[in-house]
């Protein structure tokens, strides 16, 4: 099992709203077959696993850190391939949340005299598609803030583009690979012109989304290149002309009315459209808004070991609930870095 969870991160930041899911074949103590679901749209892993396995498969224990489907998608239902492959056993680190498999699958393998064990390294499991699970019972975003500070506390209007070390902008690229969109606000694209790629790691460029309420946003922007999906979000009385430009430029537009847009609403919107995770890496007022609001599973606060002495400050409440979180910072480079989980 630990090898099929190991599978199944090789999938992050590419299979969709599916989820990420490893599978290993076993017989007589050897492991004969493995795969994981590389992207939405191609196979599961169980039926790359099986695949691999060939005949051997016969009377051979599966591994699946997620219950098999049973419903149709972009490809069969699984249970239907493990039953053609005379699987004996199926061991399952944890029932699919998904209303539309829930434990089904699980009743159909049994009722094709297939022996099923649950639950097992469960929590590993529930760990690793703690997003798709978010994402498949309620249609919204799993949400992850992060922020940089200065030891002081200031979050922006550095006299340097980055406050952070290399190695922490590494580690923010990795956490953009993994996740389905990347949210900024219009006021991070005037000041940084950022690509929001993950060029650092080079795995997978996530979608880029804008709050942008009066369309501020230059047609030459990094954020319009191509390379990755682009949503922005903004106001219906916005000039229709430059709407158009940026459709024309291949940006998908959501529209408000008014200036003002609730967290709440957008996440709501882009979980329609199929973004199942969601980074908010700023500015500091987009971050305030989502935290304020509670509104995110995930925080991470990148604290870089030098005072700047300006910029927008922190708010010390945020501070002392990263600090009393009982969590130890990790250490990169002089950086230290808070990761906390808000129901936790």
């Not at 007022?285 to 910029?311: C, R, V, W």
């Not at 002089?334 to 129901?343: K, P, Q």
Request: aromatic residues 6%.
């Amino acid at each position: 099992m630990q090898r099929a969870i190991s599978l199944a991160r090789k999938g992050w930041g590419r299979t969709g709203v599916n989820p990420l899911v490893g599978a290993v074949v076993v017989r007589d103590n050897r492991i004969i077959g493995q795969g994981f679901h590389r992207k939405m749209g191609e196979a599961h892993a169980e039926v790359c696993a099986l695949t691999d396995a060939g005949t051997r498969a016969h009377n051979a224990t599966l591994y699946v850190n997620l219950e098999p489907c049973c419903c149709v998608g972009h490809t069969p239902p699984c249970v239907e391939a493990i039953i053609a492959a005379k699987i004996k056993r199926v061991v399952i680190g944890m029932i699919d949340p998904n209303p539309a498999v829930n434990g089904m699958g699980v009743e159909i393998l049994k009722n094709n005299n297939i022996a099923v064990a649950l639950h097992m390294l469960e929590l590993e499991a529930k760990r690793l598609n703690v997003c798709y699970e978010k994402y498949i019972t309620t249609r919204i975003p799993y949400i992850i803030v992060k922020v940089a500070t200065s030891k002081d506390g200031k979050i922006s209007k550095f006299k340097e583009k980055y406050i952070t070390s290399e190695p922490s902008r590494r580690f923010v690229h990795s956490l953009r690979s993994q996740v389905s969109a990347v949210l900024v606000g219009i006021n991070t694209v005037v000041a940084d012109n950022p690509y929001l790629t993950d060029r650092l790691v080079g795995r997978n460029n996530p979608a880029r989304v804008l709050i942008d309420p009066h369309l501020k946003i230059s047609l030459k922007s990094n954020f319009l290149k191509p390379g990755s999906r682009k949503i922005i979000v903004t106001s219906r009385e916005n000039d229709p002309s430059k709407i158009e430009q940026l459709i024309a430029h291949g940006a998908e537009i959501i529209l408000f009315e008014g200036e003002f847009f609730k967290p709440q609403e957008i996440v709501q919107r882009l979980g329609l459209l199929n973004i199942a995770s969601l980074l908010v890496e700023g500015g500091g007022e987009i971050f305030s808004q989502f935290y304020n609001e509670k509104l995110y599973d995930e925080l991470y606060l990148f604290m870089a070991p030098h005072e700047t002495g300006q910029g927008l400050a922190l708010a010390d409440n945020i501070l002392n609930e990263v600090r009393s979180k009982d969590v130890t910072p990790l250490k990169i480079e002089e950086d230290l870095l808070y990761h906390v989980y808000r129901n936790h």
